[in-house]
Each structure stands twice: as structure tokens, then as C-alpha cells.
């Protein structure tokens, strides 16, 4: 049995909270019960992407009618057009979807202390010592009342799934959405999660599946089965990792380590394999937008950048940047963050998690300028907080960043009406 990620004692449920389709589904309840549009975008074919008439625009998140046609997250709006062509296309937006996530967040903290986040739309709740006072269908009951007053007061669905260890409440939420809860017992694991496609389990990606299926393996069941020296001989110690998942093992304690430093960070585990330059470039500047915001919530800066990134094969690696200065301008920390992926990244190894950690706090006292960031940075740090003031005020989507959204989106399938909403384009480079 693997080491737990975090110390949970006997008798403990814990529950995986996940948010369905998460950004689209942000978005779409924004725009519901804030906006008060009529059209819900989670009923139709849409989905959150960049800029459709750029060949490396991708797709960041769709809805479930979306998926009915094929559509994959990380692939080009290009493509994903040609599969539905009434297909409606909304830009991201990072400050809305900090928002829902931390109201999901302070919902699950209501009736736990122990909350750990795992990415922006994901938890793990644990509740300890409630084998003896209340029985698995007592905790069905309070998950399913759980997730009816989430989708009532904060009004989006969510997936709870339900067992004793990480890796198996994790799994149980990734059964049919949405909106459901699902439990996955060590004594279910045989009738519910082994006849499951073995690209299905946690962390196998891609990459991972297709050796597997040269190796005769398709389910979790036949992979929990197979000959542990022969998985080992082809997989080496992912594959080892990966056969205990299948048999129910609990997560790798390092998957949980950047909530344990100190500073602000974020990851992202991604659904499908990062493959490209382009969607890993994506999914750091939304990493960094939200520690960005944060920062300047809390009217601190930071110095050191780290990124860390896990590829499919279990390896994991990190590397950090000092800064110059002192900053919370999410411009700076996104060009760190680049500079430090450029080099752990070789380009070609399929990378399945990308987080993005700052370090060395310390309180917004100022900034000691060089002779040649000073108009620079005044003018970005000036512009983050125009920004931040803007959204607080009129919304989290009134403000977009220029490298998802040009400044014509009118005539995007589903864009915003300017004239009505007001909203803008920040015009920066990010690249």
C-alpha cells in the first residue's frame, strides 16, 4: 500500500468534490444568474476556447453536448468547427473562475477543516471518524444533499464522489455526470471500477494507454491482474505505480506537495496529454493569472517562480527563476513561468501536470527599479489592478486578456455584444 498523501485516520470517508465541465459551466452560470441571459450555453454545443481564427487556438473546456460530437479539450477551435459547425465559442475568464472556485471552496469548508484542493475546480473533503456514527448510505445521503445545496447557492454542478482513500474517491467521481454521486469501496473496486477502459484510471494518459494496449491490456481489471514483472519490464516504476492504482491503491503523497509550501501557487492536472507548446503556454497563463489576482488581494509580491511539471511516465521535475524585483504583476510571473517550462520541457514528452509555484513573500512595500523596467513595470502593475478594480466592480468577464480574445470577438458564434456588456481587450503580449 502506497503512503498516504495526508495523514487520515481509521473510519475516515473522504469525499471528491469536482465541478462539471467546470469553466464552461463558470461561465455559463455567470452569465444565467448574474447576466440574466436567457440561453443556458450548458444545453447547447459550446465551449470555452481562445482565439478561433489562430491556428493554435484550443479548446479549454466544453459542454456536454459538445463532447457528443467528438470534441476533445486541446484541440484546435479550427477543428472543433468542423466537427460542429453551429458550434459556440466563448472566451476564458481566469477572474470569474477564481471566484466560483474559491466559493466551492469556502462551501466544503463549512462542514470540514480538513479541505485540500487539488487543482481549481477539484477537492478532496475529509470527514474523520464517521465509520461508527454514520453508515456509507448516511454518507450518500449528506453527499447528495452536499452537492443539491452547491448547485442551489452557487448555482453550478458538481461530482462528489465517496470512498476511504484519494485515489478511489477520485475515481468514483469521474463515473457519470453530471451532477451525480457515486461511491467506489475497496470491495466495489472489482464490479465497478475494473471493467473500465485502463485509460480511464488516474494518470494514464495517452502515451501510457497505447503501450498498455500493445501489451493485450484495455481495462483497469486486466492491468490490476497482469504480471507484475512484466508491466515493470515495459512500464518500468509508472507502470508499478499505475498497476497499484488499478488495485486500489492510494495516490503518490508528492502529487499533494505544492499545497504544502509556502507562498501562492496553482496546478493543473490536465485532462488529456500536453503535447504542445501552445496548450501548455495556455494553461500557465491561467495558473498565473490566479496567483496574479491573489497576490494582489493579499497586497503582497513575490520573488522566486518555480514551475514543476509530471509527465506521463510518473516523472517529476521543477526548476525556479529569482526575479529581479519583487512583483504581482501577472505579466511578470507568466514570462518567469515560460522561461522556467522552456527549459524543463524537451518538447516532445507528453506532460500530464503543470503547476505554477511563487515563493520569498513579502509585503508591498515598493519596488527597487532597474534603469530600464521602471516605466515598464509601473504601467503593467497600474494596468493588473485597473483590472482587478474593473471586475470587482462591473464582473469577472467585463476585462479579457488580448492573447485569448481579439479585439473583433463580435462576430465569434456566441461572443459578447461589446455595446451591451462593455467589455474590453487588454492589448499585452503575453508571448
Request: net charge neutral; with cysteine.
Amino acid at each position: 500500500m502506497a503512503d498516504l498523501p495526508v495523514s487520515v485516520t481509521m473510519g475516515s470517508y473522504i469525499f471528491h468534490i469536482d465541478a462539471n465541465n467546470a469553466f464552461l459551466s463558470w461561465s455559463a452560470a455567470y452569465r444565467v444568474n448574474v447576466l440574466g441571459e436567457k440561453t443556458d450555453l450548458r444545453l447547447l454545443p459550446s465551449v470555452v476556447g481562445g482565439d478561433q481564427e489562430k491556428r493554435h487556438g484550443i479548446v479549454l473546456a466544453k459542454s456536454i453536448s459538445a463532447k457528443k460530437y467528438g470534441i476533445k479539450t486541446g484541440e484546435a477551435i479550427l477543428t472543433a468547427k468542423q466537427k460542429c459547425p453551429g458550434l459556440i465559442v466563448i472566451p476564458p475568464d481566469y477572474g470569474l473562475y477564481v471566484t466560483a472556485s474559491e466559493a466551492l471552496m469556502g462551501k466544503l469548508k463549512q462542514y470540514t477543516d480538513r479541505v485540500i484542493q487539488y487543482s481549481i475546480d477539484e477537492a478532496w473533503a475529509v470527514f474523520d471518524g464517521c465509520e461508527k456514527l454514520y453508515g456509507q448510505g448516511q454518507m450518500v445521503n449528506f453527499a447528495c444533499e452536499l452537492k443539491d445545496k452547491i448547485k442551489e447557492e452557487l448555482g453550478f454542478t458538481v461530482n462528489i464522489g465517496i470512498s476511504t482513500n484519494f485515489l478511489l474517491a477520485k475515481m468514483a467521481g469521474e463515473f457519470s455526470k453530471p451532477d451525480k454521486v457515486h461511491t467506489l469501496f475497496p470491495e466495489e473496486i472489482e464490479r465497478k471500477m475494473w471493467p473500465l477502459a485502463v485509460s480511464e484510471l488516474f494518470f494514464v494518459g495517452e502515451a501510457t494507454a497505447e503501450k498498455l494496449h500493445r501489451l493485450g491490456i484495455h481495462t483497469i481489471g486486466e492491468l490490476a491482474l497482469a504480471d507484475e514483472e512484466m508491466i515493470k519490464a515495459h512500464l518500468k516504476i509508472p507502470g508499478e505505480i499505475i498497476q497499484g492504482y488499478a488495485r486500489g491503491e492510494d495516490l503518490q503523497p508528492y502529487l499533494f506537495t505544492h499545497e504544502a509550501n509556502k507562498g501562492y501557487g496553482n496546478s493543473l492536472t490536465a485532462p488529456v496529454d500536453i503535447v504542445t507548446k501552445e496548450y501548455a503556454q495556455h494553461v500557465m497563463l491561467s495558473l498565473c493569472e490566479t496567483v496574479g489576482m491573489r497576490l494582489r488581494n493579499d497586497r503582497v509580491k513575490i520573488s522566486v517562480v518555480s514551475v514543476h511539471i509530471t509527465d506521463y511516465e510518473f516523472r517529476y521535475n521543477n526548476k525556479q527563476m529569482q526575479l529581479l524585483a519583487a512583483t504581482d504583476v501577472t505579466e511578470e510571473i507568466y514570462r518567469a513561468a515560460s522561461q522556467v517550462f522552456e527549459k524543463l520541457w524537451d518538447g516532445r514528452t507528453p506532460v500530464r501536470q503543470i503547476g505554477v509555484h511563487t515563493s520569498r513573500v513579502e509585503n508591498n512595500t515598493g519596488r527597487q527599479y532597474n534603469l530600464f523596467d521602471l516605466q515598464k513595470y509601473d504601467r503593467l502593475e497600474a494596468l493588473n489592478r485597473t483590472v482587478d478594480k474593473i471586475r470587482e466592480k462591473h464582473g469577472e468577464d467585463a476585462v479579457f486578456r488580448a492573447g485569448f480574445l481579439k479585439s473583433n470577438v463580435s462576430h465569434m458564434s456566441g461572443g459578447l455584444d461589446r455595446e451591451r456588456r462593455g467589455g474590453v481587450t487588454l492589448g499585452i503580449d503575453m508571448e
